[in-house]
C-alpha cells in the first residue's frame, strides 16, 4: 500500500515537471487570437486511415493567420533545443498518420474557416478560401452564383490544404488537370513563420513547391480557386465490360476526346454478382429484360462511368450528345444504366455512403488504401494480373480505375507521376472489418494483398509511382521522387530549414 501511494506520488509529481516543461516550449503566453489545447489531443492522434495512434503535445486552433505564423516562428525559435513539430491538419483524411505530429504541435485547420469565402465574377471568376475550408461548402457557396470549382475529388468533405498538398483527382481530371492545376494564388506560412502570397507569376518556386507538396514546405492559408459555369444538372451513365483491353481503349478514347463528357471514371469488380441489382436503386437501365438476364457471377468485370454536365434547357440537345458518344463505344449493351440529377448530388454522391457507413459503425475502420499511378504502356499487363491472379474479390470495397491525360497537367508542381502522356489511377480502397465467416476483410490480409499489387511492379518493371504516397524510409522517399529528389530537398532546404512541417510523412527528421 505504502509503495503504490508513493508510486502515485512520484508519478504526480512526474507529470507536473512534465507538463511545466510542456509549457515551456509552448507557453501560453504566446500572442494568439485563437487557443491552444492540451487535454483535448484524441482526434488529432488519429486520421481515417485508422492505423496510426500518434497523439500530439498540444493543438493550436487558429483564428488567424499571424497565430500560425506565431507558433512556427516560436518552434523555429526554440530550434535544436525541442524536437517540436508541427503539423497542419485539414479533415485528417489521410490514410498513414501524414497530419500527425507525434509529441508535436497539430493546427487544427477548420478553426480558419471563419475567414469568409469570397467570390469573384467576371471573365475568369475564382474564390478565395481559406486553407481550412472543405470542398462541399465551396461548391454551395459558389453554386449561388451559379458558379463551381472545375476539377473535383470523388468526395467533398476534405479541405482545400489537404487536397493540395497532394493534388484532388477525379473524373474530371482528365480534362482539367487536378485541383493543384486550378489554383491561381496562394498565401503560404512558411517553416520559417514567414507569410508569404505566390502564384504563377509571384514566388513561383514557393507556389510550385507547396502545389502537390505533401505540406513539406509551408502551411496553405488562403487558396485563390479558379471558377466556371455551374451546370444545372448531369446525366450520369454506367456500363460494363468483360474484356479489359475492350473498356480501357474505349476509356481512352473518351478522355482524348474533344467535346465528349465531362467525368470519365471506371471501376473493377471481382467476383460480384449482385451489381446490376445494386445500381437499380438510383439508376434505370435502358434495356429492362436484358439486364434483368445479364448474370455478373465470379466474372471479373469493367465499368465505365461518364458524366455529361447541362442545364435544363439544353436537355434534348444533351441527349443527342449522349446518344452519339454511346454509338462509339463497345460496352455490353444490355448494362447500360443512367440517371438524371442535380450537379450538386452528382458531387458529393459519397457522403451518401458515409452517412450509410456511419450509421451501421463501419465508417471509423481501418482503410488499408492503396493509390497507383500506372503507366498507359503497363496497365494491360497490371490489370491481367492483379484483377485475375492476385485478387480473389473485392467485397471489401471498390477498386476505381481510370485513365488521365497529363498533357493538362501542369509539370511544375511537387506531385510525382509516370512519365507518360496517358497514365491511370488504380486506387483501391477496401475497410478491414473483423468478419468471423471471412478472412478476406481483415487488416493483415488486405495489406498483404497490397504487398503483393507492389511487389508484382517491382518485378514487371511497372514504372509505378503511389498517389498519397507512404513510405518508412528516405531511401524508398528518394527513389518515388528519382531526379527531382535533389530538387525537392534543395526547397525544402529553403522553406523549412530545420524540418519541422508535416513530419508524419517521414521524409525529412528535424536536426535535434
Ligand atoms: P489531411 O489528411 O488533414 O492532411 C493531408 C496532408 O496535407 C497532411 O500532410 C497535412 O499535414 C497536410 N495539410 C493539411 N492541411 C494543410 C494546409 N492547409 N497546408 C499545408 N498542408 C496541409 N483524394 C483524391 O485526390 N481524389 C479522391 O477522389 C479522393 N477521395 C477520397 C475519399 C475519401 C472517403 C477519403 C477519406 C479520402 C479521399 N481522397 C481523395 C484523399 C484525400 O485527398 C486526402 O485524404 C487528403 O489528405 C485530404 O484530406 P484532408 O483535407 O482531411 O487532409
Known amino acids: 500500500m505504502g ?18 516543461l510542456v509549457l515551456s516550449c509552448i507557453p501560453d503566453s504566446l500572442d494568439l487570437e485563437g487557443y491552444i489545447s492540451f487535454n483535448d489531443v484524441h482526434n488529432a492522434s488519429k486520421d481515417f486511415g485508422n492505423r496510426y495512434q500518434l497523439p500530439p503535445l498540444a493543438v493550436l486552433h487558429p483564428r488567424s493567420v499571424s497565430d500560425i505564423s506565431t507558433m512556427v516562428r516560436h518552434i523555429v525559435h526554440l530550434g535544436s533545443t525541442s524536437n517540436l513539430t508541427v503539423a497542419a491538419r485539414g479533415h485528417g483524411h489521410s490514410l498513414q498518420g501524414q ?6 504541435v497539430v493546427i487544427n485547420m477548420e478553426s480558419l474557416r471563419s475567414l469568409d469565402i469570397k467570390i469573384h465574377k467576371g471573365k475568369q471568376p475564382y474564390v478565395d478560401v481559406s486553407g481550412g475550408e472543405s470542398w462541399i461548402n465551396i461548391l454551395r457557396e459558389t453554386l449561388k452564383y451559379g458558379l463551381s470549382p472545375k476539377s473535383w475529388t470523388d468526395y467533398l468533405h476534405l479541405t482545400v490544404g489537404g487536397t493540395l498538398s497532394n493534388a484532388g483527382i477525379s473524373g474530371q481530371a482528365f480534362k482539367y488537370g487536378p485541383q ?17 502570397t505566390c502564384s504563377e507569376k509571384q514566388n513561383s518556386e514557393l507556389f510550385h513547391s507547396v502545389l502537390g507538396g505533401l505540406g513539406q514546405f509551408g502551411i496553405i492559408t488562403r487558396a485563390r480557386i479558379a471558377l466556371g459555369p455551374a451546370p444545372h444538372m448531369v446525366k450520369w451513365i454506367r456500363v460494363l465490360y468483360s474484356d479489359f483491353s475492350v473498356f480501357s481503349r474505349d476509356q481512352e478514347h473518351l478522355i482524348t476526346k474533344k467535346n465528349g463528357f465531362d467525368y470519365v471514371e471506371g471501376f473493377v ?11 437499380r436503386s438510383s439508376f434505370s437501365p435502358n434495356d429492362s429484360t436484358g439486364a ?23 436537355a434534348n440537345s444533351m441527349h443527342q450528345e449522349v446518344e452519339q458518344l454511346l454509338s462509339e463505344l463497345s460496352y455490353i449493351q444490355s448494362t447500360l444504366f ?7 448530388e452528382f458531387l458529393d454522391r459519397v457522403h451518401i455512403a458515409e452517412i450509410k457507413l456511419r450509421a451501421k459503425g463501419l465508417w471509423e475502420v481501418p482503410h488499408p488504401w492503396l493509390n497507383l499511378l500506372i503507366p498507359k504502356s503497363s496497365i ?74 507492389l511487389n508484382f511492379c517491382a518485378e514487371a518493371n511497372i514504372n509505378v509511382k503511389q498517389y498519397l504516397p507512404h513510405y518508412e524510409t528516405q531511401r524508398e522517399w528518394r527513389s518515388h521522387f528519382g531526379n527531382r529528389w535533389e530538387t525537392f530537398a534543395k526547397r525544402k532546404h529553403v522553406y523549412d530549414p530545420l524540418a519541422i512541417l508535416a513530419p508524419g510523412h517521414r521524409i525529412f527528421q528535424k536536426a535535434t
Open 3 to 20: 509503495v503504490t501511494s508513493s508510486l502515485r506520488r512520484n508519478n504526480k509529481s512526474f507529470l507536473r515537471i512534465f507538463m511545466v
Open 99 to 104: 497530419a500527425l505530429a507525434h509529441q508535436g
Open 180 to 196: 493543384i492545376n486550378n489554383v491561381y494564388q496562394l498565401e503560404i506560412v512558411t517553416g520559417k513563420g514567414e507569410v508569404m
Open 269 to 279: 469488380t471481382v467476383n460480384r454478382t449482385d451489381l446490376l441489382d445494386n445500381w
Open 292 to 314: 434483368s438476364q445479364f448474370k455478373s457471377e465470379g466474372k471479373t468485370l469493367y465499368c465505365l462511368e461518364v458524366v455529361k454536365y447541362y442545364n435544363l434547357e439544353e
Open 338 to 344: 443512367s440517371s438524371e440529377v442535380p450537379y450538386i
Open 380 to 453: 494491360f499487363e497490371f490489370a491481367t494480373e492483379v484483377f485475375n491472379n492476385i485478387l480473389t474479390s473485392n467485397n471489401n470495397g471498390p477498386i476505381l480505375i481510370y485513365p488521365v491525360n497529363q498533357s493538362k497537367w501542369n509539370k511544375h508542381t511537387s506531385l510525382i507521376t509516370p512519365d507518360e502522356d496517358i497514365f491511370y489511377l488504380v486506387a483501391f480502397l477496401p475497410s478491414a472489418v473483423p468478419n468471423p465467416n471471412s478472412g478476406t476483410n481483415n487488416l493483415e490480409y488486405l495489406l498483404r494483398q497490397n504487398q503483393k499489387v
